[in-house]
């Protein structure tokens, strides 16, 4: 680290343990400098935050810390390790303070390398202008979420959303150091189903009413199709705002991005439930009638009986207790592709 002024000049190259050189990236104002090479100088000007990612030059892994802390002989400092993920925020050190040498006497020699310097790079002394309007504020913090997005990488727990109705994959929150205890965003797997059953059966049912009352034949009240039609379009609407918009995403996603959508598939599936009965009053045959609401019940009955089962088998991914052992996660793992994580 050389200061010059009020400037500080960081090699490319730096040297950490043992000799083990690694290139030095920065994330400072000037973005144009970030992936300078070996031997080059990279500026920062006081007041500014600084922030430093170590990539080892050979293996492109970075420096950073894993969360956990060292022993006793450790002073119970963090642990530090390299990481492939270079673009994870555990790999980005913070500069609080650094404290500059001495100035010496000849400070006319410190500006002229100082501009020297500069120039060779092309840099000039960013005069920062603090004050924002609101607006202004807004879009660019909407533009640094876009962009800080769009660089996002692929992922093991990764999941496209097609696969999310599903279940098609599955995500590890946590694991459990001793055993197989974890918190693992599963869900109630039948309910999931069920739910993305009525995403089909209500435009399939809503088709064939409308094809009907075209030809001028009521199979309900107008009152009862309305109630259908103003809630299954309200909440198959809400559904598909909450979902459609990934699909236009580039980066890796997870199936936690779902859940904003996933009250309205359940809440569809009560709609598409509670008009099958009223859809059997409709019916004259009193006979018939009465074989519609048993079977009704009965369906109903079965559908609630069965996710109620799938919810006591998949609490402990849920709430992380009891352990579950190896047998008894592989039992419950219903697709190949669900990531259910076993220690021991």
Same mark, same amino acid.
């Given at each position: ?30 973005? #144009? ?18 922030? &430093? ?12 810390? =894993? ?29 609080? =303070? ?42 660019? &913090? ?81 009152? #009862?199709?309305?109630?259908?039609? =103003? ?98 996660? &592989? ?14």
């Amino acid at each position: 680290l050389t200061f010059i002024g009020d400037w500080y000049a960081l090699n490319g190259v730096c040297c950490a343990l043992n000799g083990v050189h690694f290139l030095l990236c920065m994330h400072p104002a000037l973005q #144009d400098v970030a992936s300078s090479g070996p031997g080059d100088l990279i500026f920062w000007s006081p007041g500014q935050p600084l922030k &430093l990612k170590l990539i080892h030059e050979q293996s492109k892994q970075a420096l950073g810390s =894993t969360g956990k802390r060292l022993p006793e002989w450790g002073a119970q400092q963090y642990e530090v390790a390299t990481d492939r993920a270079v673009e994870g925020g555990h790999t980005t050190w913070h500069v609080d =303070t650094i404290t500059p040498p001495a100035l010496s006497a000849n400070s006319t020699e410190e500006e002229e390398l100082k501009k020297a310097l500069m120039e060779k790079y092309s840099l000039e002394e960013e005069k920062v202008d603090t004050e924002m309007l609101f607006w202004e504020k807004l879009i660019e &913090l909407q533009y640094h979420m876009v962009t800080a997005h769009g660089n996002l990488g692929s992922h093991q727990f990764g999941a496209v959303p097609q696969s999310w109705p599903l279940i098609g994959k599955t995500l590890p929150y946590w694991l459990d150091e001793k055993n197989n205890a974890q918190v693992t965003l599963i869900g109630n797997p039948l309910l999931w189903w069920f739910g993305s059953a009525s995403l089909g059966v209500f435009p399939a049912v809503s088709a064939f009413y409308l094809l009907r009352r075209k030809r001028m034949v009521f199979d309900i009240p107008q009152a #009862d199709f309305m109630l259908w039609w =103003t809630g299954g379009v309200l909440l198959g609407v809400g559904w598909l705002l909450h979902y459609a918009p990934y699909f236009l995403l580039s980066r890796v996603l997870f199936l936690h991005h779902y859940l904003p959508a996933l009250p309205f598939k359940f809440m569809l599936m009560a709609v598409v439930m509670e008009h099958l009965l009223t859809w059997s009053r409709q019916v004259l045959n009193r006979r018939f009638a009465l074989l519609l609401w048993y079977s009704y019940y009965v369906v109903t009955s079965f559908i609630t009986l069965c996710c109620v089962i799938s919810f006591i088998v998949f609490f402990p991914f849920t709430y992380g207790y009891p352990a579950l052992t190896r047998d008894q996660i &592989l039992a419950r793992q219903w697709k190949s592709t669900w990531d259910l994580l076993i220690r021991v």
